[in-house]
């Protein structure tokens, strides 16, 4: 593994991801290591701009349109990932494995149609971890109940953040040495300290 590799920090709402990246991206400027910070739909001009229409209450996308723009925003953002690939740390707020567990698990579109158009965008660009953090329904419900203001995707079902966090745990399965599961309903910070002993290990 790169000693610059491509961290991504997946989950669902309110699982504690934006909090840890936040501490990780203390800990590299401490030590004054070259790291980029992205996150999805988001961390380039253009995919900003995507993530506020997707965003948008007042949006009401169809699933696949939903999908596609997503993968829009991603798409803005590869060659910024393969400048810095290899040079830097590159942490990512929610990456591919989002796109299946909210767009094929949560909501059914073809999984080999959202495989296709991500495997042409990232052709040689290999996540080397993911940190996989996972919530029960009362501590989601709760921290979502605190957030100033509330996303589109911040409003779905219980049934639906179900479905895609069971959809997170089979792509964890799938290769588990590259994933580890955080479990949010821990203090925090038992979970950072288990997050930033795995990243000087990966770094």
Do not use: C, W
Not at 58 to 63: A, P, R, V
């Amino acid at each position: 593994m790169s000693k610059k590799p491509i961290i991504v920090f997946e989950g669902v709402e309110g699982t504690g991801k934006s909090h840890h990246i936040k501490k990780i991206v203390n800990y590299l400027k401490i030590k004054k290591i070259k790291f980029i910070q992205i996150r999805e739909p988001g961390g380039s001009i253009n995919s900003e701009k995507i993530r506020k229409l997707i965003l948008n209450n007042k949006s009401t996308f169809n699933k696949e349109t939903d999908l596609l723009l997503y993968l829009s925003a991603r798409s803005e953002n590869i060659e910024m990932i393969k400048k810095n690939a290899g040079k830097k740390i590159i942490l990512i707020d929610r990456f591919s494995d989002s796109t299946i567990a909210y767009q094929h698990y949560g909501m059914g579109v073809d999984l080999k149609f959202i495989q296709n158009i991500n495997n042409h965008l990232l052709k040689d660009i290999k996540i080397d971890f993911t940190f996989l953090n996972t919530v029960n329904q009362s501590n989601m419900e709760k921290r979502l109940s605190k957030r100033r203001k509330l996303n589109r995707y911040d409003k779905f079902d219980s049934k639906f953040y179900n479905k895609v966090q069971n959809g997170f745990l089979k792509l964890l399965k799938i290769n588990p040495r590259k994933y580890i599961k955080i479990n949010s309903n821990l203090d925090l910070d038992v979970n950072e300290n288990i997050i930033l002993r795995k990243i000087k290990d990966l770094i």
